[in-house]
Protein backbone atom coordinates (compact mmCIF):
# COMPACT_ATOMS: atom_id res chain seq x y z
CA UNK A 1 0.00 0.00 0.00
CA UNK A 2 1.60 2.98 -1.06
CA UNK A 3 1.51 6.14 1.90
CA UNK A 4 0.30 9.41 0.55
CA UNK A 5 3.21 10.97 2.92
CA UNK A 6 5.86 10.77 5.79
CA UNK A 7 3.39 11.92 8.57
CA UNK A 8 0.78 8.86 7.72
CA UNK A 9 3.36 6.27 9.18
CA UNK A 10 2.65 5.90 12.46
CA UNK A 11 -0.92 4.58 11.61
CA UNK A 12 0.20 2.64 8.99
CA UNK A 13 2.56 0.83 10.89
CA UNK A 14 -0.43 0.70 13.44
CA UNK A 15 -2.77 -1.32 11.03
CA UNK A 16 -0.91 -2.64 8.69
CA UNK A 17 1.84 -3.52 10.67
CA UNK A 18 -0.03 -4.66 13.43
CA UNK A 19 0.76 -8.61 13.40
CA UNK A 20 4.12 -7.84 13.97
CA UNK A 21 3.35 -6.33 16.89
CA UNK A 22 1.22 -8.78 18.23
CA UNK A 23 4.29 -11.47 17.48
CA UNK A 24 6.59 -8.61 19.69
CA UNK A 25 4.24 -9.06 21.91
CA UNK A 26 3.70 -5.26 21.85
CA UNK A 27 0.06 -6.16 20.12
CA UNK A 28 -2.42 -3.34 21.67
CA UNK A 29 -0.06 -1.71 23.37
CA UNK A 30 1.63 -1.08 20.34
CA UNK A 31 -0.36 2.43 20.24
CA UNK A 32 1.63 3.38 23.23
CA UNK A 33 4.73 3.12 21.21
CA UNK A 34 3.73 4.85 18.62
CA UNK A 35 1.74 7.74 19.82
CA UNK A 36 4.75 9.80 20.91
CA UNK A 37 5.64 9.66 16.72
CA UNK A 38 1.84 11.18 16.70
CA UNK A 39 2.36 13.75 19.26
CA UNK A 40 5.56 14.94 16.94
CA UNK A 41 3.05 15.48 14.16
CA UNK A 42 0.69 17.36 15.81
CA UNK A 43 2.95 19.69 17.57
CA UNK A 44 4.37 20.57 14.28
CA UNK A 45 1.09 21.89 13.17
CA UNK A 46 -0.41 23.57 16.18
CA UNK A 47 -2.95 24.90 16.75
CA UNK A 48 -4.65 21.68 17.07
CA UNK A 49 -8.12 21.13 15.61
CA UNK A 50 -10.59 19.33 18.19
CA UNK A 51 -13.88 16.94 17.33
CA UNK A 52 -17.41 18.36 18.14
CA UNK A 53 -17.97 16.82 21.61
CA UNK A 54 -14.20 16.01 22.60
CA UNK A 55 -14.99 17.83 25.42
CA UNK A 56 -17.09 14.93 26.69
CA UNK A 57 -13.57 12.51 26.39
CA UNK A 58 -11.72 14.81 28.76
CA UNK A 59 -13.93 14.70 31.09
CA UNK A 60 -13.78 10.80 30.85
CA UNK A 61 -9.64 11.33 31.03
CA UNK A 62 -9.62 13.65 33.81
CA UNK A 63 -12.12 11.43 35.86
CA UNK A 64 -9.92 8.73 35.29
CA UNK A 65 -6.95 10.41 36.91
CA UNK A 66 -8.79 11.54 39.84
CA UNK A 67 -10.23 7.73 40.22
CA UNK A 68 -6.46 7.11 41.10
CA UNK A 69 -7.34 8.08 44.78
CA UNK A 70 -9.52 5.12 45.30
CA UNK A 71 -6.79 2.50 44.46
CA UNK A 72 -6.05 1.54 47.66
CA UNK A 73 -9.96 1.26 48.79
CA UNK A 74 -11.80 -1.44 48.47
CA UNK A 75 -15.62 -1.89 48.64
CA UNK A 76 -18.12 -4.56 50.60
CA UNK A 77 -17.90 -7.56 49.66
CA UNK A 78 -14.78 -7.77 47.45
CA UNK A 79 -11.45 -8.88 48.32
CA UNK A 80 -7.04 -8.34 47.01
CA UNK A 81 -4.58 -6.48 48.15
CA UNK A 82 -3.51 -3.01 47.23
CA UNK A 83 0.27 -3.98 45.36
CA UNK A 84 2.02 -3.62 42.55
CA UNK A 85 -0.67 -5.58 40.22
CA UNK A 86 -3.70 -3.19 40.59
CA UNK A 87 -1.30 -0.41 40.23
CA UNK A 88 0.06 -1.80 37.11
CA UNK A 89 -3.37 -2.40 35.66
CA UNK A 90 -4.05 1.45 36.58
CA UNK A 91 -0.96 2.69 35.09
CA UNK A 92 -0.98 0.93 31.58
CA UNK A 93 -4.96 1.71 31.20
CA UNK A 94 -4.04 5.72 31.86
CA UNK A 95 -1.32 5.39 29.05
CA UNK A 96 -3.37 3.90 26.64
CA UNK A 97 -5.90 6.12 27.75
CA UNK A 98 -3.84 9.17 26.88
CA UNK A 99 -2.04 7.04 23.94
CA UNK A 100 -5.95 6.86 22.09
CA UNK A 101 -6.27 10.84 23.03
CA UNK A 102 -3.59 11.17 20.90
CA UNK A 103 -3.95 9.03 17.74
CA UNK A 104 -7.65 10.88 17.61
CA UNK A 105 -6.31 13.86 17.47
CA UNK A 106 -3.67 13.25 14.68
CA UNK A 107 -6.14 11.24 12.63
CA UNK A 108 -8.48 14.66 12.86
CA UNK A 109 -5.31 17.27 11.86
CA UNK A 110 -3.99 15.03 9.17
CA UNK A 111 -4.79 16.50 5.80
CA UNK A 112 -7.27 14.69 2.95
CA UNK A 113 -3.76 14.62 0.93
CA UNK A 114 -1.36 13.28 3.53
CA UNK A 115 -3.78 10.72 4.52
CA UNK A 116 -6.53 9.82 2.13
CA UNK A 117 -9.92 8.63 3.82
CA UNK A 118 -9.92 5.83 1.63
CA UNK A 119 -6.51 4.96 2.10
CA UNK A 120 -7.40 4.95 6.13
CA UNK A 121 -10.72 2.55 5.55
CA UNK A 122 -7.68 0.05 3.38
CA UNK A 123 -5.17 -0.11 6.00
CA UNK A 124 -8.20 -1.11 8.64
CA UNK A 125 -9.34 -3.70 5.31
CA UNK A 126 -5.79 -5.37 5.71
CA UNK A 127 -6.27 -5.54 9.21
CA UNK A 128 -9.39 -7.01 9.05
CA UNK A 129 -7.83 -9.66 6.31
CA UNK A 130 -4.95 -10.53 9.68
CA UNK A 131 -8.27 -10.83 11.84
CA UNK A 132 -9.81 -13.45 9.59
CA UNK A 133 -6.50 -15.19 9.10
CA UNK A 134 -5.38 -15.30 13.17
CA UNK A 135 -9.36 -16.54 13.51
CA UNK A 136 -8.36 -19.35 11.10
CA UNK A 137 -5.11 -20.57 12.80
CA UNK A 138 -7.26 -20.51 16.38
CA UNK A 139 -9.28 -22.81 14.69
CA UNK A 140 -6.81 -24.90 12.71
CA UNK A 141 -4.35 -24.95 14.88
CA UNK A 142 -5.71 -23.75 18.49
CA UNK A 143 -2.55 -24.63 20.79
CA UNK A 144 0.05 -22.44 18.90
CA UNK A 145 1.39 -20.16 21.38
CA UNK A 146 4.91 -18.63 21.85
CA UNK A 147 7.19 -16.57 24.69
CA UNK A 148 7.20 -13.08 22.81
CA UNK A 149 10.63 -11.07 23.12
CA UNK A 150 8.70 -8.11 24.93
CA UNK A 151 7.43 -11.17 27.70
CA UNK A 152 10.82 -12.83 27.80
CA UNK A 153 12.56 -8.91 28.57
CA UNK A 154 9.96 -7.77 31.32
CA UNK A 155 10.74 -8.75 34.99
CA UNK A 156 8.62 -11.56 36.01
CA UNK A 157 6.66 -9.64 38.80
CA UNK A 158 5.21 -7.46 35.38
CA UNK A 159 4.81 -10.11 33.06
CA UNK A 160 2.91 -12.65 35.76
CA UNK A 161 0.39 -10.07 36.07
CA UNK A 162 -2.89 -11.62 34.22
CA UNK A 163 -3.96 -8.13 32.71
CA UNK A 164 -0.01 -8.09 31.00
CA UNK A 165 -0.06 -11.62 30.20
CA UNK A 166 -3.09 -11.39 28.14
CA UNK A 167 -1.45 -8.41 26.43
CA UNK A 168 2.01 -9.84 25.23
CA UNK A 169 1.62 -13.56 25.09
CA UNK A 170 0.60 -14.37 21.62
CA UNK A 171 -1.85 -17.23 21.80
CA UNK A 172 -4.12 -18.42 18.60
CA UNK A 173 -6.97 -19.61 20.29
CA UNK A 174 -8.70 -19.45 24.52
CA UNK A 175 -9.50 -23.19 25.35
CA UNK A 176 -12.65 -22.70 27.20
CA UNK A 177 -15.50 -25.31 28.09
CA UNK A 178 -18.49 -22.74 26.54
CA UNK A 179 -20.20 -26.44 25.05
CA UNK A 180 -19.13 -28.03 28.29
CA UNK A 181 -16.17 -29.67 27.25
CA UNK A 182 -12.38 -27.60 25.66
CA UNK A 183 -13.01 -26.10 22.44
CA UNK A 184 -11.11 -23.35 20.94
CA UNK A 185 -12.42 -19.56 20.57
CA UNK A 186 -10.23 -17.57 18.06
CA UNK A 187 -8.28 -14.89 19.88
CA UNK A 188 -4.67 -14.41 17.18
CA UNK A 189 -4.11 -11.58 16.94
CA UNK A 190 -5.43 -9.85 19.67
CA UNK A 191 -5.92 -10.17 23.33
CA UNK A 192 -8.66 -12.81 24.16
CA UNK A 193 -11.37 -13.94 22.52
CA UNK A 194 -14.20 -11.19 23.04
CA UNK A 195 -11.63 -8.92 21.37
CA UNK A 196 -11.27 -10.67 18.32
CA UNK A 197 -14.76 -10.71 18.20
CA UNK A 198 -15.48 -7.17 18.94
CA UNK A 199 -12.95 -6.12 16.35
CA UNK A 200 -13.68 -8.51 13.74
CA UNK A 201 -17.44 -6.84 13.29
CA UNK A 202 -15.73 -3.16 13.40
CA UNK A 203 -13.12 -4.51 11.23
CA UNK A 204 -15.74 -6.19 8.41
CA UNK A 205 -17.21 -2.88 8.05
CA UNK A 206 -14.74 -1.42 6.74
CA UNK A 207 -13.70 -4.05 4.49
CA UNK A 208 -16.70 -3.81 2.96
CA UNK A 209 -16.54 0.02 2.62
CA UNK A 210 -12.97 -0.10 0.80
CA UNK A 211 -13.19 -3.41 -1.20
CA UNK A 212 -17.31 -3.37 -1.94
CA UNK A 213 -18.04 -0.05 -1.91
CA UNK A 214 -15.35 2.21 -2.73
CA UNK A 215 -13.67 -1.15 -4.41
CA UNK A 216 -12.83 -2.04 -8.10
CA UNK A 217 -13.63 -5.29 -9.54
CA UNK A 218 -10.96 -7.05 -8.21
CA UNK A 219 -11.22 -6.09 -5.16
CA UNK A 220 -14.92 -6.84 -5.05
CA UNK A 221 -14.44 -10.23 -6.42
CA UNK A 222 -12.40 -10.67 -3.94
CA UNK A 223 -14.86 -10.06 -1.13
CA UNK A 224 -17.09 -13.30 -1.52
CA UNK A 225 -14.52 -16.12 -0.86
CA UNK A 226 -12.91 -13.70 2.02
CA UNK A 227 -16.60 -13.78 4.06
CA UNK A 228 -16.82 -17.35 3.57
CA UNK A 229 -13.55 -17.96 4.85
CA UNK A 230 -14.19 -15.43 7.45
CA UNK A 231 -17.60 -17.22 8.50
CA UNK A 232 -15.48 -20.43 10.03
CA UNK A 233 -14.25 -18.71 12.89
CA UNK A 234 -16.91 -16.58 13.35
CA UNK A 235 -19.04 -19.70 14.22
CA UNK A 236 -16.11 -21.18 15.93
CA UNK A 237 -16.11 -18.68 18.46
CA UNK A 238 -19.00 -19.34 19.56
CA UNK A 239 -19.24 -15.34 20.33
CA UNK A 240 -23.13 -14.56 20.51
CA UNK A 241 -22.25 -10.71 21.15
CA UNK A 242 -20.21 -11.15 17.88
CA UNK A 243 -23.35 -13.10 16.19
CA UNK A 244 -25.67 -10.21 17.44
CA UNK A 245 -23.73 -7.54 16.53
CA UNK A 246 -23.73 -8.81 12.88
CA UNK A 247 -27.64 -8.87 12.89
CA UNK A 248 -27.90 -5.13 13.80
CA UNK A 249 -25.40 -4.72 10.89
CA UNK A 250 -27.73 -6.18 8.51
CA UNK A 251 -30.69 -4.75 10.28
CA UNK A 252 -29.04 -1.38 10.20
CA UNK A 253 -28.46 -1.55 6.55
CA UNK A 254 -31.78 -2.44 5.07
CA UNK A 255 -32.92 0.61 7.07
CA UNK A 256 -30.61 3.06 5.58
CA UNK A 257 -29.71 1.93 2.33
CA UNK A 258 -32.16 3.00 -0.58
CA UNK A 259 -34.18 0.28 -2.26
CA UNK A 260 -32.06 -1.21 -5.09
CA UNK A 261 -29.12 -1.52 -2.30
CA UNK A 262 -32.08 -2.98 0.01
CA UNK A 263 -32.54 -5.35 -2.03
CA UNK A 264 -28.82 -6.25 -2.78
CA UNK A 265 -28.51 -6.78 0.98
CA UNK A 266 -31.57 -8.76 1.75
CA UNK A 267 -30.21 -11.16 -1.11
CA UNK A 268 -26.81 -11.92 0.03
CA UNK A 269 -27.96 -12.43 3.70
CA UNK A 270 -30.65 -14.79 2.14
CA UNK A 271 -28.28 -16.63 0.04
CA UNK A 272 -25.51 -16.65 3.17
CA UNK A 273 -28.34 -17.90 5.62
CA UNK A 274 -29.38 -20.82 2.94
CA UNK A 275 -25.52 -21.67 2.61
CA UNK A 276 -24.60 -21.44 6.40
CA UNK A 277 -28.08 -24.30 6.84
CA UNK A 278 -26.67 -26.48 4.71
CA UNK A 279 -23.35 -26.59 6.18
CA UNK A 280 -21.52 -28.68 8.81
CA UNK A 281 -21.41 -25.23 10.92
CA UNK A 282 -24.69 -25.19 11.55
CA UNK A 283 -24.91 -27.95 14.34
CA UNK A 284 -22.25 -25.69 16.23
CA UNK A 285 -24.29 -22.36 16.13
CA UNK A 286 -27.54 -24.77 17.81
CA UNK A 287 -25.24 -26.62 20.28
CA UNK A 288 -24.20 -22.67 21.50
CA UNK A 289 -27.40 -21.54 21.94
CA UNK A 290 -28.37 -24.62 23.90
CA UNK A 291 -25.85 -23.56 26.58
CA UNK A 292 -25.87 -20.39 27.80
CA UNK A 293 -24.05 -21.00 30.72
CA UNK A 294 -22.50 -17.87 30.77
CA UNK A 295 -25.74 -16.07 31.51
CA UNK A 296 -25.74 -16.54 34.92
CA UNK A 297 -21.86 -15.55 35.99
CA UNK A 298 -22.57 -12.22 33.95
CA UNK A 299 -25.94 -11.42 35.73
CA UNK A 300 -23.84 -11.94 38.81
CA UNK A 301 -20.66 -9.98 37.92
CA UNK A 302 -22.72 -7.02 37.01
CA UNK A 303 -25.11 -7.25 39.78
CA UNK A 304 -22.25 -6.96 41.79
CA UNK A 305 -19.89 -4.66 39.93
CA UNK A 306 -23.77 -1.98 40.15
CA UNK A 307 -23.57 -2.84 43.79
CA UNK A 308 -19.68 -2.07 44.54
CA UNK A 309 -20.35 1.33 42.47
CA UNK A 310 -23.02 2.81 44.58
CA UNK A 311 -20.34 3.29 47.21
CA UNK A 312 -18.34 5.22 45.18
CA UNK A 313 -20.58 6.68 42.58
CA UNK A 314 -18.64 9.57 41.33
CA UNK A 315 -14.66 8.70 40.78
CA UNK A 316 -15.20 4.88 41.04
CA UNK A 317 -12.01 3.15 42.33
CA UNK A 318 -9.66 3.55 39.65
CA UNK A 319 -9.16 -0.66 38.89
CA UNK A 320 -11.59 -3.55 39.06
CA UNK A 321 -12.05 -5.68 41.96
CA UNK A 322 -12.78 -9.25 43.00
CA UNK A 323 -16.14 -10.44 44.51
CA UNK A 324 -16.35 -12.59 47.10
CA UNK A 325 -18.47 -15.89 46.01
CA UNK A 326 -19.96 -16.96 42.28
CA UNK A 327 -23.44 -16.96 41.43
CA UNK A 328 -23.97 -20.28 43.08
CA UNK A 329 -22.35 -19.67 47.01
CA UNK A 330 -20.83 -16.69 48.63
CA UNK A 331 -18.17 -18.88 50.22
CA UNK A 332 -16.01 -19.83 47.14
CA UNK A 333 -13.15 -17.28 46.64
CA UNK A 334 -9.73 -17.31 45.57
CA UNK A 335 -7.08 -18.61 47.38
CA UNK A 336 -3.61 -20.25 47.94
CA UNK A 337 -5.30 -23.59 47.43
CA UNK A 338 -7.30 -22.93 44.57
CA UNK A 339 -6.10 -20.38 42.57
CA UNK A 340 -9.09 -21.03 40.28
CA UNK A 341 -12.02 -20.50 42.33
CA UNK A 342 -13.79 -17.73 42.73
CA UNK A 343 -15.19 -15.11 39.90
CA UNK A 344 -14.19 -13.25 37.10
CA UNK A 345 -13.55 -9.46 38.06
CA UNK A 346 -15.78 -6.92 38.37
CA UNK A 347 -15.93 -4.77 35.09
CA UNK A 348 -14.67 -7.34 33.15
CA UNK A 349 -18.08 -8.54 31.62
CA UNK A 350 -18.24 -4.95 29.51
CA UNK A 351 -16.59 -1.31 29.25
CA UNK A 352 -20.22 -0.12 30.63
CA UNK A 353 -19.64 -2.28 34.05
CA UNK A 354 -15.46 -1.62 33.59
CA UNK A 355 -16.08 2.53 33.99
CA UNK A 356 -18.98 1.98 36.77
CA UNK A 357 -16.41 -0.08 38.81
CA UNK A 358 -13.30 2.38 37.38
CA UNK A 359 -14.92 5.68 37.21
CA UNK A 360 -18.20 5.49 38.80
CA UNK A 361 -21.57 6.14 36.85
CA UNK A 362 -20.35 9.67 36.53
CA UNK A 363 -17.84 8.17 34.07
CA UNK A 364 -20.06 5.39 32.19
CA UNK A 365 -22.31 8.37 31.65
CA UNK A 366 -19.46 10.17 29.92
CA UNK A 367 -18.73 6.90 28.20
CA UNK A 368 -22.29 6.96 26.24
CA UNK A 369 -22.78 10.50 25.89
CA UNK A 370 -19.91 10.64 23.53
CA UNK A 371 -20.44 8.06 21.50
CA UNK A 372 -24.01 8.49 21.55
CA UNK A 373 -23.31 12.31 20.13
CA UNK A 374 -21.61 10.81 17.49
CA UNK A 375 -24.18 8.52 16.40
CA UNK A 376 -26.31 12.08 16.60
CA UNK A 377 -24.68 14.65 15.33
CA UNK A 378 -23.46 12.21 11.91
CA UNK A 379 -26.48 10.19 11.11
CA UNK A 380 -27.17 12.78 8.26
CA UNK A 381 -24.28 11.62 6.76
CA UNK A 382 -25.28 9.24 4.17
CA UNK A 383 -21.60 8.52 1.85
CA UNK A 384 -20.68 5.18 2.74
CA UNK A 385 -17.65 5.96 5.09
CA UNK A 386 -20.17 8.44 6.77
CA UNK A 387 -22.89 5.10 7.26
CA UNK A 388 -20.10 2.76 7.88
CA UNK A 389 -18.88 5.18 11.00
CA UNK A 390 -22.08 5.38 11.84
CA UNK A 391 -23.06 1.82 12.14
CA UNK A 392 -19.71 1.32 14.22
CA UNK A 393 -20.38 3.94 16.95
CA UNK A 394 -23.97 2.13 17.58
CA UNK A 395 -21.86 -1.51 17.66
CA UNK A 396 -19.51 0.02 20.22
CA UNK A 397 -22.67 1.21 22.41
CA UNK A 398 -24.18 -2.64 21.54
CA UNK A 399 -21.00 -4.12 22.58
CA UNK A 400 -20.27 -1.90 26.19
CA UNK A 401 -22.50 -4.72 27.29
CA UNK A 402 -20.79 -7.54 27.07
CA UNK A 403 -17.23 -6.41 25.77
CA UNK A 404 -14.38 -4.85 27.91
CA UNK A 405 -13.33 -1.73 25.05
CA UNK A 406 -9.85 -2.06 26.09
CA UNK A 407 -7.43 -2.60 24.53
CA UNK A 408 -7.54 -3.20 21.01
CA UNK A 409 -11.65 -2.25 20.88
CA UNK A 410 -11.64 0.83 22.27
CA UNK A 411 -8.88 1.74 19.38
CA UNK A 412 -10.43 0.48 16.67
CA UNK A 413 -14.18 2.41 17.91
CA UNK A 414 -12.00 5.53 18.25
CA UNK A 415 -10.09 5.16 14.37
CA UNK A 416 -14.00 4.78 13.27
CA UNK A 417 -14.77 8.26 15.56
CA UNK A 418 -11.95 10.07 13.78
CA UNK A 419 -12.93 9.02 10.40
CA UNK A 420 -16.57 10.43 10.85
CA UNK A 421 -14.52 13.78 12.30
CA UNK A 422 -12.67 13.93 8.80
CA UNK A 423 -15.49 13.03 6.79
CA UNK A 424 -17.59 16.30 8.29
CA UNK A 425 -14.33 18.21 7.67
CA UNK A 426 -14.43 16.83 4.20
CA UNK A 427 -18.07 18.05 4.02
CA UNK A 428 -17.55 21.78 5.17
CA UNK A 429 -14.80 22.27 3.34
CA UNK A 430 -16.85 21.17 -0.17
CA UNK A 431 -19.81 23.44 1.22
CA UNK A 432 -17.12 26.44 0.91
CA UNK A 433 -15.29 25.22 -2.35
CA UNK A 434 -16.14 24.01 -5.97
CA UNK A 435 -14.83 20.83 -6.12
CA UNK A 436 -16.29 17.12 -4.10
CA UNK A 437 -13.85 15.69 -1.54
CA UNK A 438 -12.21 12.65 -2.26
CA UNK A 439 -13.59 10.22 -0.05
CA UNK A 440 -17.29 11.60 -1.50
CA UNK A 441 -16.07 10.72 -5.44
CA UNK A 442 -15.22 6.66 -4.59
CA UNK A 443 -18.65 5.54 -3.64
CA UNK A 444 -22.35 7.00 -4.36
CA UNK A 445 -24.12 7.93 -1.22
CA UNK A 446 -26.54 5.01 0.00
CA UNK A 447 -29.64 6.71 0.09
Not at 78 to 92: P, Q
Not at 347 to 373: E, K, N, P, R
Request: charged share 10%; net charge positive; with cysteine.
Amino acid sequence: MRLPSPASWPIAALLVGYPVWWALGFGGLSVIVLAPAMAVVLWRRRPVKVPAGFGLWLLLLAGYLVSALMLGEMPPDTYGEFGAGRVIGYLMRLALYVSLTVMVLYLGNLTERELPQLALVRMLGVLFLTTVAGGLLGVLAPHVQFTSPVERLLPGWISGNSFVQNLIHPTAAQMQKVLGHASPRPEAPFEWANAWGSNFSVLLVWFVVGWWACGGPRRRWSVVPVLALASVPVVYSLNRGLWIGLGIAVAYLVLRANARRRLVVCSAVAAGALAFLLSPLQPLVAQRLDNPHSNDIRAFTVSSTITAATTSPFIGYGNNRSARGNYRTITTGKSDWCTTCGHPPLGSDGQLWHLMITQGFVGAALYVAFFAGAVRRHWSDRSPIGMAGVLVMILTLLYMFVYDGLVTPLSLYLISFALLWRNAMARRTAGHGSGEPREHRTGAAWT
